[in-house]
């Protein structure tokens, strides 16, 4: 999962008279992620310590001068490096006052950039696409510069990274409507030449970025139609120089934003990791046409992770370090924290205590995570449709709409129609990218429904659900909407398959599931397999067995000994059939089960725990109890082909119910034997995991002894365990 945190003022701007930049030419990072270097686009570069917001030097050329690049640190020198007037590179330390009093050296062509990457020489990038280290070149300034590209050829972007003890400078350029990528090798200068795909409507990029890892480079380009690509290169692969030949450079889709009114102007796509990338100047998909945004996607899984609208004027740039984005807008450079986790679904929202097996996750027709992930070609598995969705398939629209026309039609069309055509896009072998639609489509639906009472299409949407490419992030008000209609298969579906239900959403299916009388539960079609767990479940007797995971039926009524002998009694006759029988009926059971196996985080839920009534906290925990007192059975049948929850998902929710509702279940008489009986099972536990520590400190001890290499022929060895 991916935040946004509180954004700061790093320092005002003054944007250009036609407000069409900035001001600010370039951000680089310094000694340490707490210090930046900011270069405005005239005469001025500054030294920031982010964390105190303040500048800690300012250097300024004189009158009639302009900087030309941005500054950069060199940690080997300890030294500032810029470039003036195309041609004049200036370096200077942190105690010089006067930038003009300073070294400089003219060189004899014009300078795009000076890079530098912390650890190794700085290079500068000349215009006409030379690249030579910054030593190199000032032993001879004037040394001539061989001009690589063709005459009406332009850089558009440039940058510098390490990879494998190689430094890379990589570059792209215009020319006659194609972006070309140039990879410069140093030591040994090798140049290699890519064109780009071209982009059907003709455009050009707005914005690259690129990263190393595992081998590859990895370089993000995002389009004026809201498409963001990604192309990489081998490192390994990389050979000798090819000279004038130009290699096809492939790409993959990552995201394909909405940009609703017209192309995009102003916008930056910044790669943060190998699953999250940034994107500032597209339009937030929930929040209207605005392009005033912030955002982070989630690559791997296509959902937006975080948003923040940013207040004026948005110029398309954007620069990251440290955890930090540096972004200008209006008159302000701020700096934005963010954070992102692992990109999992088992650890990106809490506490996933149960990873689904692949024999229960349901069986859909839709691209292979493993492939894309893998960029293999998206090959559409072949797999039998849930058995709740397995349908008749009807003939394909004879019109073959597009996906556009699709969701242009569910805004008025009637319910049957509306089925047909989205039920035909998921037919059509032409539709590849199901991904990038299906979210659309299932927040059009939910939208539509939300505004007419009348309009309802629950097997399509559990047919949306299904793909994996819904989560909570993308439609928040499916699951609202599911309970609105007490459609509670869709509600199980997105339980069972959204990777980010928040902790307030699943309170709120709680206790819609258990209010729900048990006879109408009974109406409710659920999932088979959740269905036939509970029935095994229940439709066996259990015996009066021995000790099982530290508990017995006799333990509970020793673990009373500070209640009187007449009170244990009591407690023991009664306890004993709510221990055997379930509580609650089978569906109902089933529904819960989900509740128990969804992912969140402690500190999250409890609040929300807090607003359950007493009576239904009781019964809850009477189920719980239920579950715990037939998983501790000899003839409990383990069946893993089964979803179900766990024991320590039961025992988590145990204790969860507890710490919400402690003074409430100790002042209810209901609830005295029932807090008894759940006592004795912690209790139970908290023994078994203390004998456990106890074998395993043993087994420590015997693995820590150290073996005599000269025993005898007979010898008798004791070993003591404390």
């Known amino acids: 999962m991916a935040a946004l ?18 001001g600010i030419r370039g951000v680089e990072a310094e000694r340490d992620s707490d210090h930046v270097i900011v270069t405005d686009s005239a005469r001025c570069v500054t030294l920031y310590k982010v964390s105190d917001q303040k500048p800690l030097g300012s250097w300024t050329v004189k009158q009639g001068n302009c900087l030309t690049s941005p500054a950069v640190y060199n940690t080997h020198t300890k030294e500032y490096i810029t470039v003036t007037d195309n041609k004049v590179i200036r370096i200077w330390k942190e105690e010089d006052v006067v930038l003009d009093k300073t070294f400089k050296a003219t060189v004899s062509s014009d300078i795009w950039r000076v890079h530098c990457v912390a650890g190794v020489d700085p290079v500068v990038l000349f215009q006409r696409g030379a690249v030579r280290l910054l030593d190199s070149l000032l032993s001879a300034p004037q040394q001539t510069i061989e001009e690589v590209l063709a005459p009406d050829e332009t850089i558009r972007w440039s940058t510098n990274i390490v990879a494998e003890t190689q430094q890379f ?25 890519y064109r780009l795909e071209r982009e059907d409507s003709g455009l050009s990029p707005l914005s690259f970025s690129a990263s190393y890892r595992e081998r590859l480079i990895h370089l993000l380009y ?4 809201g498409h963001v690509y990604q192309s990489v290169i081998s490192v390994r692969a990389l050979g000798a120089d090819q000279g004038s030949q130009t290699l096809p450079l492939p790409r993959k889709l990552l995201l394909s934003l909405t940009v609703d009114e017209g192309p995009l102007d102003a916008a930056s796509a910044l790669m943060l990791d190998e699953a999250h990338i940034a994107v500032v100047g597209v339009p937030h998909p929930l929040a209207g046409a605005g392009k005033d945004f912030l955002c982070i996607w989630n690559i791997n899984f296509q959902t937006l992770q975080a948003g923040k609208e940013i207040a004026g004027k948005i110029f398309g740039q954007l620069w990251g370090y440290s955890s930090k984005l540096f972004i200008p807008h209006g008159k302000t450079l701020s700096v934005i924290p963010y954070g992102c986790t692992k990109s999992s679904l088992a650890s990106a929202l809490g506490k996933l205590k149960q990873a689904r097996s692949e ?74 990218d199901v991904n990038q639609w299906v979210g659309q489509l299932a927040s059009l639906l939910v939208s539509r429904s939300m505004a007419d009472p009348s309009f309802y299409t629950p097997t399509t949407l559990a047919q949306l659900v299904h793909t994996q490419c819904v989560c909570h992030s993308v439609c928040p008000d499916l699951m609202q909407l599911a309970l609105e209609k007490k459609d509670y298969f869709l509600c199980q579906l997105c339980l069972q398959l959204f990777p980010d ?34 029935e095994t479940l229940t439709s066996r007797v259990h015996g009066q067995v021995g ?11 020793e673990d009373h000994s500070d209640v009187t002998m007449s009170r244990a009694g009591e407690g023991e006759k009664t306890s004993t059939p709510l221990e055997h029988s379930c509580p609650v009926g089978l569906h109902k059971a ?38 715990y007192f037939n998983y501790n059975q000899d003839a409990f049948p383990q069946r893993h082909g089964y979803r179900s929850p766990n ?66 022929q007979y010898s008798i060895e004791v070993i003591e365990l404390f």
Request: charged share 20%; glycine share 4%; proline share 4%.
């Open 547 to 557: 000790l099982q995971n530290g508990f017995s039926s006799t333990s509970s009524v």
């Open 359 to 432: 024999e229960s996750r349901p069986l859909v027709s839709v691209p292979s995570w493993n492939n894309i992930l893998k960029e293999d070609s998206a090959q559409t598995s072949k797999t039998i449709e849930p058995r709740k969705l397995r349908t008749t398939r009807r003939t394909q629209s004879t019109a073959n709409l597009t996906v556009g026309q699709v969701l242009e039609l569910i805004k008025t069309t009637p319910i049957d129609k509306v089925q047909k055509e989205v039920e035909g896009l998921f037919s059509r072998t032409d539709t590849q």
């Open 590 to 627: 089933v529904l819960l089960n989900e509740i128990l196996q969804t992912a969140y985080s402690d500190d999250l839920l409890l609040p929300h725990l807090k607003d359950l009534s007493s009576q239904h906290v009781i019964l809850f925990l009477q189920y719980l109890q239920f579950l």
């Open 222 to 225: 995002l389009y004026p139609n």
């Open 5 to 22: 945190y509180e954004a700061y003022t790093l320092c005002g701007l003054v944007p250009s008279q036609s407000l069409s930049n900035s």
């Open 169 to 193: 400078v990589i570059f792209t350029t215009q020319q006659k409507g194609d972006s070309i990528l140039y990879l410069q090798k140093l030591n040994p200068n090798t140049l290699q030449r």
């Open 647 to 712: 024991l320590t998902q039961i025992m988590d929710w145990i204790c969860l119910l507890l710490d919400a509702h402690f003074t409430v279940l100790v002042m209810s008489p209901d609830a005295k034997g029932l807090v008894l009986n759940l006592h004795s099972y912690i209790k139970s536990q908290v023994r078994l995991f203390s004998e456990l520590g106890k074998i395993e400190g043993s087994l420590q001890q015997l693995q820590h002894l150290k073996i005599k290499k000269d025993i005898g």
């Open 501 to 534: 239900v928040p902790e307030a959403v699943t309170c709120t299916c709680l206790k819609a599931f258990i209010s729900m009388p048990d006879k109408d539960a009974e109406n409710v079609n659920l999932e088979p397999d959740s269905v036939s767990f509970m």
